[in-house]
T-cell receptor, first 114, second 117 residues
Framework: EAQVTQNPRYLITVTGKKLTVTCSQN?????MSWYRQDPGLGLRQIYY???????DKGDVPEGYKVSRKEKRNFPLILESPSPNQTSLYFC?????????????FGPGTRLTVT | AQTVTQSQPEMSVQEAETVTLSCTYD???????LFWYKQPPSRQMILVIR??????QNATENRFSVNFQKAAKSFSLKISDSQLGDAAMYFC??????????????FGKGITLSVRP
């Protein structure tokens, strides 16, 4: 089954404690990205990757890091989480095409930073 | 920069009736794609319908159809014969048609649709 998986699905942590949210896809997609969803703001892109070792900032990259060492994995790293990073996070992937391709979303990770 | 506007935060519809969700967008591009996503309480993002800008014909998927007005930059979603399972948050989204660059999805703020039994 084609899918994007994220772990953990729920996480409560404290300010400053480094954490990683994993993302993996089984469709051999080149393009992967992270979004955060906040009430009244919709989803906004944090980082994206167009292939292995190729990553770049999206619209709201501050406080986040990513890596793409393998094609299937695209972890999101919060080196020093702060309460304003409390949000719902989605990983997504698709083929690198002109934009018509189906975008697959992970199930989301609910992060709370206290 | 492209923007997507959903001006109605909430709507309600009676079961079996029809409801239209509004969306406008702003872009200077000629090649792009528009989407409606559904987010039920499970928070899963589900693609409802997609429209290619170069197609004049409005997309249709079963009870879901769009009214795509390219000149007015309007992309509304019509849900016919509304069902209780249609209750969710709906997001309108835009994507540039481009190869080899960040073709991200730009989302509106979303609209919460409730369905009255």
């Amino acid at each position: 089954e084609a899918q994007v998986t994220q772990n953990p699905r729920y996480l409560i942590t404290v300010t400053g404690k480094k954490l990683t949210v994993t993302c993996s896809q089984n469709m051999n997609h080149e393009y992967m990205s992270w979004y955060r969803q906040d009430p009244g703001l919709g989803l906004r892109q944090i980082y994206y990757s167009m292939n292995v070792e190729v990553t770049d900032k999206g619209d709201v990259p501050e406080g986040y890091k990513v890596s793409r060492k393998e094609k299937r994995n695209f972890p999101l790293i919060l080196e020093s989480p702060s309460p304003n990073q409390t949000s719902l996070y989605f990983c997504a992937s698709r083929m690198m095409d002109r934009g018509s391709g189906m975008q697959y979303f992970g199930p989301g990770t609910r992060l709370t930073v206290t | 920069a492209q923007t997507v506007t959903q001006s109605q935060p909430e709507m309600s519809v009676q079961e079996a009736e029809t409801v239209t969700l509004s969306c406008t967008y702003d872009t200077s591009e000629s090649d792009y794609y528009l989407f409606w996503y559904k987010q039920p309480p499970s928070r899963q993002m589900i693609l409802v319908i997609r429209q290619e800008a170069y197609k004049q014909q409005n997309a249709t998927e079963n009870r879901f159809s769009v009214n795509f007005q390219k000149a007015a930059k309007s992309f509304s979603l019509k849900i016919s014969d509304s069902q209780l399972g249609d209750a969710a948050m709906y997001f309108c989204a835009y994507r540039r048609g481009i190869t080899g660059a960040n073709s991200k999805l730009t989302f509106g703020k979303g609209i919460t649709l409730s369905v009255r039994p």
